[in-house]
């Protein structure tokens, strides 16, 4: 059920970027996209347990893989330092292309 | 061998971040990383080296230092030394400098490492880096053309993800053994991420705009190196799992034909070379077991190539035909475009031999296709009409040097395999020649009218992406 919802969201994220005709909505789109795959990594990293992966008072309880959660942690920085690349790429652009519509930037810029 | 490993992947980041404190000093820092590089690849190279390295248990890095990482790396230093030598003079901000050194650090690393999540963050880093060499100038068509690559480069990236968690998920270890016996969704989901990123067959359509766009340095980098990244891996898969071999030939075969079909019919210089970088790419998937040589070889050219478009008069090759250049600027095309077309004189004949020799039957007819292609294409570049008084070259200081530099390079890669210089094999290659330029000579009016572009939008980009997983997938079923 959760992973339905997740590859739901997946899917969102990219038929967004295939159909969103701004550019910015676009980037929001990859951005859904990816929150769908660290969710998936949670997903998986809960499957054997949900407790989270610390050292406590508690023994013998199911605990979350973290190899998932801290693998997908560096995923989440990459992405969101590629997203703010991006958006400093979008501020650039709206200056001489104030609506952002892809088709009208794509004839403007090439050759 | 370890320590020195681990310090030779740290050193060019460390350095990266060290040039924008000492401003200052960016060439020569930069200088010493990368022949500290070239020595590290050769010593591999020479000394024949092989060894794993497992850091923090099956969890963490795995890493794994061969014969096909060492031709990746001493490519990556050669490539990049030649672009710093083109930019020595050029008074270029040591922001440059420092993103390059970045980007060869991301590469080193890609060309040592064995586990899909370091590769996820090692291919990440390049694309950040390149994006920011790309749009350097920032005018906005540099923008535009950064962020494009960047929205195909993620998205692939994303697809790639959800692939190696599944890996995970069924082997406990994201090394590449876990490919092994692989579901087809996993393999279709890694390889798509993988072939979009490295510009393989249709998923490669981003490539020609983004590398005839970019400045002259910045193309010789993209094509000589960073596409090969993703190729690198994917050539490593097919080493590690031979079961997925064939998939990769069969990817390097259609991408080959791909590529040469459009280099033909291109009309700007540097698309023509972005084209052709496509179908080269092929060429070492095709044969994983010396696709290193063969991308060493390539690499060198094909940013000697860029860098001398950079120095043409035009881009477009009816104006060229018009203007002519200059013989000096000609002569040296010429001798690269040889190494390329596979005529026995550089190293480019002694890998596209070697790679003729590994193939089956069938596939060696394809690819003999492929390179009577490819003399077809470049002879656009052979018949430009030249002469010394035309048009004085716009030559920058130091062209010449990298151009020397890279020619010197490709003559000594000939002692990897000096059986090849033979009597059969060196009237094969001649004939090919010969027959590529008569057909060339034949066809020649018919390859002017451009292919339509409509193919190469942002979201035809992304939608073939879909479209590539659906083949793969099909391919691993059948």
């Known amino acids: 059920m959760l992973e339905a919802f997740i590859f739901a969201t997946i899917l969102c994220g990219f038929f967004g970027i295939i159909w969103k005709k701004n550019l910015l909505m676009k980037i929001v789109g990859m951005d859904v996209m990816s929150t769908g795959v660290i969710a998936y990594y949670v997903l998986i990293a809960s499957k054997s347990g949900f407790f989270t992966p610390i050292t406590g008072v508690r023994e013998n309880v199911d605990y979350a893989d973290p190899v998932p959660q801290a693998v997908i942690l560096t995923a989440i920085v990459i992405g969101f330092s590629i997203q703010a690349l991006m958006l400093v790429g979008v501020i650039k652009l709206a200056k001489n292309n104030p609506t952002l519509e892809t088709s009208e930037i794509e004839k403007n810029n090439t050759p | 061998m370890n320590t020195l490993t681990i310090t030779w992947i740290a050193l060019p980041l460390f350095i990266g971040f060290l040039i924008f404190l000492l401003p200052q000093l960016d060439r020569y820092l930069v200088l010493i990383t990368l022949i500290t590089s070239t020595i590290y690849g050769l010593e591999i190279l020479i000394a024949n080296l092989e060894f794993p390295l497992t850091l923090l248990d099956n969890f963490g890095v795995t890493l794994l230092v061969d014969q096909l990482s060492g031709y990746f790396i001493l490519t990556n230093a050669l490539v990049m030394l030649s672009v710093l030598i083109y930019c020595w003079q050029k008074e270029k901000h040591d922001f440059f400098y420092g993103q390059m050194i970045i980007l060869h650090g991301s590469l080193n690393a890609i060309f040592v490492c064995a586990d899909l999540m370091s590769l996820y963050v090692a291919l990440e880093v390049s694309g950040i880096a390149a994006f920011l060499l790309m749009i350097y100038p920032r005018h906005d068509r540099a923008i535009w053309v950064g962020l494009r690559y960047l929205f195909v480069s993620n998205t692939a ?3 790639y993800l959800v692939g190696a968690v599944l890996v995970y998920q069924s082997n406990h270890s994201f090394s590449f053994t876990g490919l092994n016996g692989a ?30 766009e970019s400045e002259t340095p910045v193309s010789a980098l993209l094509s000589g190196i960073v596409v090969k990244a993703s190729v690198f891996s994917l050539v490593r898969c097919a080493l590690i799992v031979p079961e997925l071999s064939p998939l990769v030939q069969l990817a390097g075969l259609a991408t080959a034909l791909f590529g040469i079909g459009f280099a033909m019919f291109a009309n700007d210089t540097k698309r023509l070379l972005a084209f052709s970088t496509i179908s080269q790419l092929g060429g070492i998937l095709v044969s994983p077991a010396v696709g290193g040589f063969y991308a060493l070889t390539h690499g060198l050219a094909k940013s000697g190539l860029f860098l001398i478009t950079g120095s043409l008069p035009s881009r477009n090759f009816q104006e060229l035909e018009k203007t002519a250049i200059n013989t000096r600027l000609w002569v040296v095309l010429v001798i690269i475009i040889t190494s390329v077309c596979g005529l026995p004189l550089l190293a480019g004949y002694e890998a596209k031999t070697l790679m003729l020799k590994t193939l089956l039957p069938w596939q060696g007819n394809i690819m003999t296709v492929v390179a009577v292609g490819t003399v077809i294409c470049l002879a656009k570049f052979v018949f430009i009409p030249h002469n010394f008084t035309a048009t004085p070259p716009i030559v920058k200081p130091n062209l010449s040097f990298a151009l020397v530099f890279l020619v010197a390079s490709l003559t000594l890669a000939n002692m990897v395999y000096d059986q090849a210089y033979n009597l059969p094999d060196m009237t094969k290659a001649i004939a090919v020649a010969v027959i590529g330029w008569l057909i060339y000579y034949l066809i020649k009016p018919y390859l002017n009218r451009e292919l339509p572009r409509q193919l190469e939008q942002l979201e035809h980009l992304i939608g073939f992406m879909t479209l590539v997983s659906i083949l793969l997938f099909w391919a691993v079923l059948a």
């Open chain 2, 157 to 159: 990236m994303l697809f």
């Open chain 2, 183 to 212: 579901s087809p969704e996993v393999i279709a989901l890694i390889f798509m991420g993988l072939l979009s990123k490295g510009g393989i067959f249709v998923s490669g359509f981003w490539l020609p705009l983004t590398h005839s």
